[in-house]
Nanobody
Framework: QVPLVESGGGSVQAGGSLRLSCAAS????????MAWFRQAPGKEREGVAA???????IYADSVKGRFTISKDNAKNTLYLQMNSLTPEDTAMYYC??????????????WGQGTQVTVSS
């Protein structure tokens, strides 16, 4: 069973919005930090946003003010609200969970990813 499953990706015009979801698939992640990463072709995977068990959040400079990370502990679901999207946001987006609270790839559990494509 895959512990994390992303959904909500798709194609959108520049300036539009998308909301990504990540379900824990029956696992409890209330005590974990969770994060969103993304990877575009020819580019390394980068951290986008992270949220800890106390709901403190951190963001990459490139998305600060445009993206919001949140979670619903009762549903074991993580969200990423993405506004004012640009073509530079085009990437495969992955959710992750673990004991760390960073924007580096140090998380224990990973989802399969959901594609986000932003057209100009």
């Amino acid at each position: 069973q895959v512990p994390l499953v992303e959904s909500g990706g798709g194609s959108v015009q520049a300036g539009g919005s998308l909301r990504l979801s990540c379900a824990a698939s029956g696992y409890t992640y209330n005590s974990y930090s969770m994060a969103w990463f993304r990877q575009a072709p020819g580019k390394e995977r980068e951290g986008v946003a992270a949220i800890n068990s106390r709901s403190s959040a951190i963001y990459a400079d490139s998305v600060k003010g445009r993206f919001t990370i949140s979670k619903d502990n009762a549903k074991n679901t993580l969200y990423l609200q993405m506004n004012s999207l640009t073509p530079e946001d085009t990437a495969m987006y992955y959710c992750a969970a673990g004991a760390v609270f960073v924007l580096y790839s140090a998380y224990k559990y990973w989802g399969q990813g959901t594609q986000v494509t932003v057209s100009s």
